[in-house]
Structures are given as C-alpha cells and as structure tokens.
C-alpha cells in the first residue's frame, strides 16, 4: 500500500486569532518601527506645542435664579416665565451669544479698534472661504443668529468683524444640571481674556435687568391707564345699585339684604331654638310624670334632685326613723314617745311628696308656657313670610346690580393692586441673575498643552506605528512561519532548519561549511533538524519507506543544494550507503562543493552509455558517494527524463539505501519537474522570509510537477531568534534542544548565503 502520513503539529490554543504569544512576538519584531514613528509623533507634537501661538482662557461663572421671584416678595408683574428646565437654561445661553449683546460689548470695550479682533484678526483667504461656506450651510439649515441677520446693515464692517471675531472667541456652557453657567473666553492676552469674560457676563446682566426694567414701566404705563377707566365703571355701579334701593323703598341692613329678609332671618333662628327649648321641657314633664304613676325612684328626675328643700326632708326623715328605731329597741311599739316619733315620720314624708307634686307641677306650667311661645313666633314668621313674597322679583334685580357693583371694584381693586407692583418694580428691579465668580486673570495657556500634546502624538505614533509594522507583515513576500506555510501551500513542514553563521561553523578553529558542520557536530540544533527532516521523509510513506529523494524549492538561493548535501551526508553518517546525485546540470553546486565540477559525471553517464559507478566517487570523510553533473550539455531536460536516467535511478535505488538528487529550482526551468517524474518523494525547500508567496504557489501549480509525491516542507536558513517572534518553531523540541544536550547557547544565528 502506497500511503502517506502526515506529521500534525499539536494542538494550538488557537488558529483563527491572535494569542498573547503571537502579540509578543510582533512587538518584539517590530519595536524599532513602532519606537521610531512613536518618536516622531512625539517630537512633532512637541515642536507644535512650542511654536503655535499660546492662547489663554478666562472664565467667568454667572447664576441663573430659576424661580425669578421678585425682591417685592409676591409675584412679579413682568411675566418672563421659569427657567426650570434645559430649554430655559439654553435659551440664556443663546442670549448671552447674541449678537445684539456682543454688539454692545464690543462697542463699550472698543473692540472694533483692537488688533485681536480688529483689521488685524482679519482671516487669511483659506479662512475667510471656509468661514463663507459655514455660513452658507447654516444659512441653509437657519442657524444664523437672528439678532445679527436684522441688523447686519446698519452695523459698520469692523463692528461685524469684531463681533463675529468674539463669537467665536467665546464658549458658554452649562455646568451639569444646575443654574450656573460659564462663559469663558479664549484670547492670546490672558488680561483682555479676563476682562471680555466678565464685560460679557456685565452686559448680560445689565440687558436682563434693562428688559424687566423696560417691560415694568410699560406695564405700570399700561395699568395705570386701564385704571383711569375703571374708576368710572365702579362709581356708576355703585351708582345704579343706590338709585334702585331707593326706588324700591329697600333698606340695607347690616348684614345686606332688605329689612324684611333680615326680619325673617331673625324669626327663623328664634323658631328654631325655641322649638328646641319645647322640646326639652316637654321631655322633662314627661319623665317626671311617668315616675310618680310608677312609683318609680323620684330621686331620678334632675329638678327634684337639685332641690334643696327635698334634701333637707330627707335628712330629717333619716333623723326621725333613727329616732324611731332607737326607741322601738328601748320602750317597744305602744310607748307613747314611739308613737309620737312615727307620727312625725309620717309628716316627713307627706312634705317631701307635696314637695315633688310642687315640682312636677312647675315643670308642666314651664311647658306650657314654651309652647305658647312657638305658637306665637310661628305665626308671626307666617305672617312676615307672606309680605316677602311679593319682594322677590325686586330682590333678584337688586342681587343682579349688586354682583355688578362688586365684580367692578374687586377688578379695580387688583389693577390698583398690580399697578403698585408695577411701579415699584420700575423702581426697584429684580437681580433674576448674579456674578459668582469673576473672570481672574489666566496665569497658564489653556493651548497649546504640551503635556496633552505628547499624549496625543504618544497614542497616534503608537496607534500608527502598530498599523505601520502590522502592514509590514501583511507586505512581507516570504513565509514567516511553518503554521503559515502549512495554511498557504497545504504541505506539511517536516522540518525547521536554522541558519549557521561563520563563528558558529568553526570547528578546531577553522571555518568549515554547513554540511560538515552537521557531520562534526551530530548534537547541534541543525544537526537535529535534517535528522527530523529525514525522519519526517521516511514517515510520509511507512509501507513502502521511499529511497529515491529529490531536493528543490521555487527559485534559486533558497539553501535546497545546502540541504541535499546536509541530508545525504546525515543519513551517510548514520551508516546508510547513501548516492548524492547533483542532478541541477545548469549550476551544479553539489559538484562544486565536493570539488567535482567538470569531472566526468551524470551527463557522461546518460550521453555514453557508460556505467555511473565509474563516475561516482567517494568522499573520504563520511563514505558518501557523489554522482556529479559532469559536462556541459544543451539539452539537460530531454537527458533528465530520458530512459537511460530512469534506469540509472532504478540501479542506483537496488544499490543504495537512499539515493539524494539535488534538483534545479522548479519555477525558473522544467528539469525539477522531469526529475519529478522518477524520484518516491520530494522534498520542497522554502527559505524563511525570503521566497514569495506568489512565486512558490505558482511554481507548485507546474501541470509537470508531481505535487502528489511531495513529502513535505522544509523550512530553511530561520534565524532563531527572530523565529521565536513569531510564536512558533518547525519542531517545538528546538526551544529546550540545546537546553538537553548542553549546547545552549552556543549557536547564535546570524544571516549567511548558502548554496542554491
């Protein structure tokens, strides 16, 4: 069977954003970039904060009383309404920003004359025509200010210009949700920016308590007049209701009313407590009588019990039965002294009943005289009820007049009322708002600000840097890391090789290149690296292990002859006979490196029909055979995919463990693509950060090319220190490699030219 495994990198955190490791490695790659314009913003922001022209800001704070209640102590006369919510608060606002008001303050400070807002503020002609186009927008969506539309000709030019200048010196706001607002100006002289804040905030106030002022007399001027009419109106009422009085004979009393209806008025009331006195002695007679037929406790009727006569017999009756019970006990019944004593007891007790018949029969003459009187009264209310009647038309014309009378004085009355709150007010006008703090004298420039500067040029160059060094990466042509080659391509990276500077290829002192370093030193990283590139070959087809292996990348200078070499002379000292077949006819380093070029080698071998072994020859150091390409020919694809070179490779791979042919590259001419065609696997060289992207996928697309035999990547000549700024390593061993065999740190990565 005739398969291939992959070798998957492990588990990431994630694949579809940014970890923190990728953010670090960015940061750490492109610091420089970002320290750079950072610094540049910086010093920019700097240099503008120091050369722009320093302005200063005055702020004077007034407050605005919202209930306007009047210094009189009740309600005003001028009726401006309340300034309870936002709307009234903004209108101020607008008020204070008018141009009627500015208009005035200007011309009380001379401003028309002054070199800030004069002739001398005049703007350049990009000012002016941007200052035209606002206007003509706002004139479009009717926000220009009304106050300076109605008067804009009768003012004189430099009035205009002043005024338009301090509109735009000027900012008005409200602090919050309170009632006080701040007017703050912004000039280039801190003393005349101190001075226009409070002159505006003067001029406020003086045109608030000018317009109550004004608004008072013309209401005192309005009343006074309608009050002149009043005065008639209420004496002829007055008038009208005394003449129908007199008419009709009708008395005024008091109270108000005709005699008559005060008359009735009075029975009335009498009537009423009258048959209420009836009522109560008719109860009284009433309980008393029901007592005595009942020989009930006489005790219980209030007149008898507050009797003083009834309680002196009784306590004699309670002497004479003591009395009598004391002689009972000494002499017995028939004693004459007993006798006596009873028969005074018996006389008691007759005096105490006539006592109580006298009393009953007072309170029924009390009745009786009660109700005479309500007989009386009723008759006499009767008899006055019958005058009245024919009153009544009369007394509703007399009502009508009067309301008449009244409604006219009660309105005269509070004409005379307001009127006098009027005057005063003219006189006395109420503050409805107040300086509470002035404008003081600005000891600091509100702008520029060269702390806020340098934060602002910090956050952009940073902000600008970052996107600057993103977009670097973004433009970078070549592959950056194995996880993006694996995205783009779709083939795995075997494996991750480094690049080997000259200080780190000495060996015994001298200088030796890469391929003998890797044999010199077996525990290096790069050393590590081609063995996992061959193990990663051997394992993309576990049950037919391929022993033919072709070695090319897309263009030249991507290390791949390096690698041939580096691979073969690995599996070499690993104690495989191994064939290294320098296949690339065009510029065969291979050749040159093993100090073979125009020696008899793979050309002859194709051309004459001669046996390769003849050309082959050995390396002394590792056993290596080395097939060079030999003479120069013209035509090397149709030798390269000749027959004689599928059967050299098939004679070659029964007396070889591993046969390596070092290719040209795949996209500058078609011989990778024929060698392609005879090989197990491929071996694909992409150097770190240099090939493009474009160039590569497009190689691969070669319709020749047998991409299906490519075993994988190898990801060649990575600086390693700069690789661990992307996050990710060919093979994550490499970070602790060294760490394990104890050669870490002792291979720097600088940047060298390989071979092809």
């Not at 001075?195 to 001027?221: E, G, H, L």
């Not at 107040?434 to 600005?442: G, T």
């Not at 392609?676 to 160039?695: C, G, H, M, N, Y």
């Not at 319709?703 to 490519?710: Q, T």
């Amino acid at each position: 069977m005739h398969g291939r495994v992959q070798l998957e990198p492990p588990v990431e955190e994630s694949d579809d954003s940014f970890a923190l490791p990728d953010i670090i490695g960015f940061l750490h790659r492109r610091w420089k970039f970002i320290i750079a314009i950072t610094a540049v913003f910086v010093v920019a922001a700097l240099v503008l904060s120091l050369v722009l022209t320093k302005q200063y800001t005055a702020t004077t704070q007034i407050f605005i009383d919202a209930k306007q209640n009047s210094l009189l102590g009740r309600d005003s006369i001028v009726a401006e309404g309340a300034l309870s919510d936002t709307t009234g608060i903004d209108s101020q606002i607008s008020l204070i920003k008018s141009g009627e008001l500015l208009r005035r303050v200007v011309e009380a400070n001379k401003l028309e004359t002054d070199p800030d807002f004069g002739l001398a503020a005049e703007p350049g002609q990009l000012a002016r025509f941007r200052g035209a186009l606002v206007g003509f927008v706002n004139s479009l969506l009717g926000s220009i200010d009304p106050a300076v539309e109605e008067v804009r000709d009768t003012w004189s030019p430099e009035v205009l210009r002043a005024v338009n200048r301090l509109r735009d010196t000027i900012d008005v706001r409200r602090q919050g949700r309170t009632y006080v607002v701040d007017i703050a100006v912004t000039l280039p002289n801190a003393r005349k920016a101190a001075k226009i804040a409070n002159a505006v905030a003067d001029a406020y106030i003086v045109d608030k308590m000018q317009t109550r002022f004004d608004q008072a007399r013309r209401a005192a001027d309005w009343l006074a007049d309608r009050i002149k009419v009043m005065v008639d109106e209420v004496r002829s009422a007055e008038q009208a209701v005394a003449a129908f009085r007199a008419q009709h004979n009708l008395l005024e009393t008091a109270k108000g009313g005709t005699v008559t209806e005060q008359q009735m008025a009075d029975l009335n009331t009498q009537l009423i407590g009258l048959r209420a006195e009836v009522a109560e002695k008719r109860a009284k007679y009433e309980q008393a009588k029901a007592l005595v037929a009942s020989k009930g406790n006489i005790e219980a009727i209030p007149d008898v019990l507050r009797s003083s006569v009834i309680s002196n017999l009784r306590n004699q009756a309670a002497q004479v039965t003591t009395r009598e019970a004391d002689l009972l006990a000494r002499y017995g019944r028939s004693h004459p002294q007993v006798v006596n004593v009873q028969a005074e007891r018996r006389d008691v007790e007759r005096q105490i009943r006539q006592e109580v018949e006298r009393i009953i029969a007072n309170l029924k003459n009390e009745y009786d005289v009660v109700q005479s009187r309500e007989a009386s009264l009723a008759g006499s209310l009767g008899a006055i009820s019958g005058q009245t009647g024919t009153d009544n038309k009369v007394a509703v014309e007399l009502r009508e007049l009067e309301r008449k009378a009244t409604a006219a004085r009660t309105l005269y009355e509070s004409f005379l009322s307001r009127a006098k709150v009027a005057e005063e007010e003219a006189t006395l006008t109420d503050r409805d708002a107040r300086v509470i703090s002035p404008a003081m004298i600005p000891v600091a420039a509100s702008f520029p600000r060269p702390s806020l500067f340098l934060a602002l040029g910090l956050v952009l160059g940073l902000a600008l840097g970052t996107a600057g060094g993103i977009g670097l990466e973004l433009l970078a042509p070549g592959f950056i890391s194995p996880k993006q080659v694996e995205e783009v391509l779709g083939l795995p990276v075997l494996s991750s090789i480094p690049v080997l500077g000259e200080e780190q290829r000495r060996v015994n002192g001298a200088v030796v290149p890469v391929p003998r370093y890797i044999v010199s030193n077996p525990l290096s990283h790069v050393s590590e690296a081609v063995r996992s590139l061959r193990t990663g070959v051997q394992m993309s087809n576990v049950d037919a292990p391929p022993k033919v292996i072709q070695v090319t990348s897309a263009l030249p200078s991507e290390g791949k002859s390096t690698l041939a070499v580096s691979l073969a002379l690995s599996a070499a000292a690993a104690g495989q006979r191994v064939l290294l077949i320098d296949g690339d006819l065009r510029h065969p380093s291979t050749s040159q490196f093993f100090g073979l070029m125009n020696k008899p080698g793979l050309v002859e071998s194709l051309v004459s029909e001669d046996n390769y072994a003849d050309a082959m020859h050995k390396d002394p150091e590792s056993g290596l055979h080395v097939l060079p390409a030999g003479g120069k020919t013209h035509h090397p694809p149709d030798l390269l995919g000749s027959e004689r070179m599928r059967r050299l490779i098939q004679l070659a791979a029964g007396n070889f463990d591993y046969v390596v042919i070092d290719s040209p590259p795949l996209a500058p001419v078609v011989d990778a693509a024929v060698i392609s065609q005879l090989v197990d696997r491929i071996i694909f060289t992409v150097a770190w950060k240099r090939t493009p992207r474009e160039a590569i996928s497009q190689a691969l697309r070669n319709s020749s090319f047998r991409l299906n035999k490519v075993a994988g990547v190898a990801f060649n000549m990575i600086d390693e220190k700069s690789m661990t700024t992307y996050g990710r390593y060919g093979y994550y061993g490499s970070k602790y490699y060294g760490r394990y065999y104890g050669t870490e740190g002792s291979e720097a990565a600088p940047k060298v030219q390989l071979l092809n």
